[in-house]
Every structure is written in C-alpha cells, then in structure tokens.
C-alpha cells in the first residue's frame, strides 16, 4: 500500500532564507510524487512532479525537490522564501492508478519578515 | 485562463437538508474528483468520474452521491447532511494524457448546524 508522511506540520522561516519541507514516502512499487501548494482560501496548485526521469525534479516559483529512493523521501526546497511562498504545501504520492492519489497531512509554511 | 468552478464558496445547512455542491470545468477533461479537506488529515477522495455517467467510489463515499450527466459538470450530493459532514470540499479536473496533474476549485466550506 502507498502512503505519505509529512515530517512537519508546522515550518517557519525568515524571508530570505531556504526553506525544506519534508516528505517520506512508502510505495510497493515505483511511484509517482507530487507537490502541491495551497495559499489561504484557494484551491491547490500543482508544484513539481516526479515520474522516474531526473531525480531533481524543477517547479514553479522557483522550488525544487528530489527524489532519493535510499531514503524513500521527496523533499521540497527553495534557495531564499519569499512572503508569497507562505501558503499549505502538501506532498502527494499516486496509488498505483493515478486517479488514486494518496495526499500527506499538509505542512504550513510561515515567511517572517 | 483555465478554470473550475464550484458554484458555492459558503453554505450553512441544518441536519437532515439534502446539499448540492456544484462544479464545472472549462477544460474538456474526462476525470473529475471531489475531494474532502479537514484539518491534519490532508486531502481524501470521496467519488471520481472518468466519463460522463461513470462514477467510482473514493476513499470515503459513505453519506455522499455523485452525478456526472455532462462533461463539464460534476455534483457531489449529500442525501440527508450531519454535523460530522462538516468541511471543506474541494472539486478537482485533469486529463489521462497529464496524470496527477489535478486542476482544483476555490472549495467550498459546508457547515452543518
């Protein structure tokens, strides 16, 4: 069975400085990962996508994440937040179908002036 | 600019009322989902359609009916609304030939006194 984990509930980070968001994965077989972010009151946005190309997997806005399958994660990162990047951030793996995806709890990202 | 819409962002409903959410995607795309938000628990499929008239339960179908008689249109129907059915629900779109990549609604919040 494939499931999610998001290591923080909870992220806070000063503008300016890198963000990591964590994500741990279990999948029977190769999966697919997904980012997708959720700023107040809107719907979610597709990030980055993983599907067994490049391990470093480049999205929008300037976040990227990698695929390590050693450590069954796929964490997200960006160089230096930005006030806009505060927002939900969810880390998504596909269950076999991909009408199936299986989403983690969420982690809410805090950018301080 | 590509678009789903739910036609409610904000619905107060009593115990027992029969609820309609509505939403429409301009983006011919054969797969809809609606999908249930709650605090802590990410995201959790309640119904998806792959084509009109088709429909297949999600994670949490229970206390929940969908209708897909148009392309575009997806309706998820609550037969007779609980307190425990209180939450954000959020509508979402994509194309086989893109999977994963799920285009979402606003969501609207259901609140059942």
């Known amino acids: 069975a494939q499931s999610v984990t998001q290591l923080d509930s909870h992220v806070s980070v000063s503008e300016g400085t890198p963000v990591l968001l964590r994500c741990n994965y279990s999948s029977s077989y190769s999966p697919s990962l997904f980012w997708y972010v959720q700023h107040p009151n809107k719907g979610l946005q597709l990030l980055l996508k993983?599907?067994?190309?490049?391990?470093l997997v480049k999205g929008i806005n300037g976040f990227e994440a990698e695929f390590k399958k050693s450590e069954t994660s796929f964490h997200l990162t960006k160089p230096s937040a930005h006030m806009s990047d505060a927002a939900e951030y969810f880390c998504?793996?596909?269950?076999?179908?991909?009408?199936?995806?299986?989403f983690g709890a969420g982690t809410r990202l805090a950018v301080h002036p | 600019d590509v678009k789903v819409t739910q036609s409610s962002r904000y619905l107060v409903k009593r115990t027992g009322e029969k609820v309609f959410l509505e939403c429409v995607q301009d983006m011919d795309h054969e797969n809809m989902f609606w999908y249930r938000q709650d605090p802590g628990l990410g995201l959790r499929l309640i119904y998806f359609?792959?084509?009109?008239?088709?429909?297949e339960k999600g994670d949490i179908p229970e206390g929940y009916s969908v209708s897909r008689e148009k392309k575009e249109r997806f309706s998820l129907i609550l037969e007779s609304a609980s307190t425990n059915q209180t939450s954000m629900y959020l509508c979402a779109s994509s194309s086989p030939q893109r999977p994963g990549e799920l285009f979402f609604g606003e969501g609207s919040r259901l609140t059942v006194l």
């Open positions: 359609s792959y084509d009109v008239k088709m429909k």
């Open positions: 998504v793996v596909s269950s076999g179908g991909y009408n199936k995806l299986i």
């Open positions: 993983y599907t067994s190309a490049a391990t």
